[in-house]
């Protein structure tokens, strides 16, 4: 065989092996309907209490955390309150001021969380607290200086702060909860069990901050939530004659996971007299953080090609768990594309200049260093001979590619984000089922608030959750009633909100 002939053959052995892996990336209409009704399923359950010998770590249901909110801002909540966000990369303190006309004003400081908190497994929850801690004092020290210098400052009135959290935790009561596990990337294992609003207090009590106290504790879903009921039912809105309710709260970024208000008699796994004090004081309602990156951990009907399974038990640092996350969030669609790459590689179909995995470049062999932001431009690149592709793929792993390989790697890339916005669809389709949300109103219309990089950044991923909304059990019809809104930063906002009702 002449070397171009070799060449073709192998470029049409890449094709097909593709062509393959895209395959099975396919989400259809069945499948969409089949996990809707597992969905509503596994909600179900979770709204229960365990069964005998069944634990967190074993049950069928999705977690369904009791968030103790009992209800939806207006947009009237005035106040100034103190916010603390840990998330999936950033820890943020901000000072919100609620105006009471839906609109709000915030002052923030934003850092990274160093990656020696996320990657050593040998550091301690005071450590991280710590960390937190010393990052409150420096944003208190930028904006509000004057507890530092009045003499007997300590003593005045302690400032109210709500702390979102958006780890899965076992909440009690509004301000105190542990934490049940860790998920995207953090391995701190002396955390887990704990209460993490006494972590912190304490913390931020030894650091000179007794001044703060945190009165709620949050998820970023159910701020997102918060925030976007803040903030919609605005004068511009109602002019435009449009009715619609916020029902859900969801992060699609480094996580995944959503909120929506239960019916309070629903939720058994309450102690009966929690839940029959709640229903006494008028109550009807709570919102529920679903935590459903946990969606069917045993598999029973989430795609799962090799690349899934590797990722979940060799490189995640929960394995077993949140398979539905690690299949949809921003954290696993960089990864995804990254083992395609070295499989690939390694059944000799592409990147052949290199002959063995140990002389690929090291950040190809690094997990987790591809983004989801590469993918985002290889999605959208119509550049010729994908140039855009190319250059993405030099500057983020050092990798040169051939013409053939990146319409290859365009076409994985698509598959995707393509089956993550189809798994996005499941969860939205089953709350609006289960809460019956579509057909609550005559033309009643309904806003999902949602935050994180993917919804907000990735190019096409909010139509390509429409195009399965419609696909899904809710049809055309419903799909066409549904508003995705970016509620941007609503995890602040929102733990404002619960700190002012705490
Ligand atoms: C992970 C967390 C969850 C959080 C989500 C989005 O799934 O377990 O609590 O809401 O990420 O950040």
């Not at 009966?272 to 004090?277: H, M, N, T, V, Y």
């Amino acid at each position: 065989m002449s070397f171009d002939d070799l060449h073709k053959a192998t470029a049409r052995a890449l094709t097909s092996a593709v062509d393959e892996i895209c395959e099975e990336f396919k989400i259809d209409g069945d499948d969409l309907k089949t996990l809707t009704e597992y969905f509503i399923e596994s909600m179900e359950q979770g709204l229960k209490p365990l069964e005998d010998g069944e634990s967190e770590e074993t049950s069928k249901g999705l977690p369904m955390i009791p968030s103790f909110v009992t209800g939806k801002p207006n947009g009237t909540e005035k106040g100034t309150l103190l916010a603390a966000d840990l998330g999936g990369t950033n820890f943020r303190v901000c000072s919100v001021n609620l105006k009471g006309d839906h609109t709000f004003s915030m002052e923030q400081t934003k850092s990274r969380i160093p990656d020696e908190l996320l990657e050593d497994d040998s550091v301690t929850s005071s450590e991280l607290f710590g960390y937190l801690a010393r990052r409150t004092v420096l944003f208190m020290k930028k904006f509000h200086p004057e507890f530092f210098k009045e003499p007997g400052a300590e003593s005045q009135k302690p400032l109210k702060m709500g702390f979102t959290f958006s780890y899965p935790i076992d909440q009690k009561s509004l301000a105190s909860g542990s934490l049940i596990r860790w998920t995207k990337g953090f391995k701190i294992k002396d955390t887990i069990g704990k209460d993490v609003v006494k972590l912190y207090q304490e913390e931020l009590n030894s650091h000179g901050l007794g001044m703060i106290n945190v009165v709620a504790l949050t998820n970023d879903t159910v701020g997102t939530f918060l925030s976007h009921c803040y903030s919609s039912g605005t004068a511009d809105s109602l002019s435009s004659g449009e009715i619609s309710e916020p029902v859900i709260g969801c992060i699609f970024g480094t996580g995944t996971n959503g909120c929506y208000m239960e019916k309070i008699e629903n939720i058994t796994k309450l102690p009966q007299e929690a839940r029959e004090g709640l229903l006494n004081e008028g109550k009807t309602h709570m919102v529920i953080n679903t935590e459903w990156g946990s969606f069917d951990n045993e598999l029973k009907y989430l795609p799962t090609s090799k690349y899934d399974v590797d990722i979940d038990q060799k490189l995640s640092s929960n394995p077993g768990f949140h398979l539905f996350e690690k299949r949809v969030s921003g954290m696993f669609l960089g990864e995804l594309l990254r083992n395609m790459l070295v499989d690939l590689h390694e059944r000799g179909l592409m990147l052949n200049q290199y002959r063995t995995y140990n002389q690929l470049p090291h950040r190809l062999r690094t997990p987790f260093e591809l983004s989801s932001e590469v993918l985002s431009h290889i999605e959208i690149d119509d550049s010729t001979g994908l140039r855009e592709t190319e250059l993405s793929l030099l500057q983020s792993l050092r990798l040169p590619t051939t013409p053939t390989e990146r319409i290859e790697i365009q076409k994985m890339v698509r598959a995707i984000s393509r089956r993550s916005a189809y798994l996005a669809a499941v969860p939205i389709a089953a709350i609006l089922i289960k809460t019956n949300a579509l057909n609550k109103r005559y033309h009643g219309e309904v806003e999902i608030g949602c935050d994180g990089s993917v919804v907000e950044y990735y190019p096409g991923f909010r139509s390509m959750v429409r195009h399965a909304l419609s696909l899904s059990p809710i049809g055309s019809d419903g799909e066409r009633k549904v508003h995705l809104r970016i509620a941007k930063d609503g995890s602040g906002a929102g733990a404002a909100l619960c700190a002012l009702v705490a």
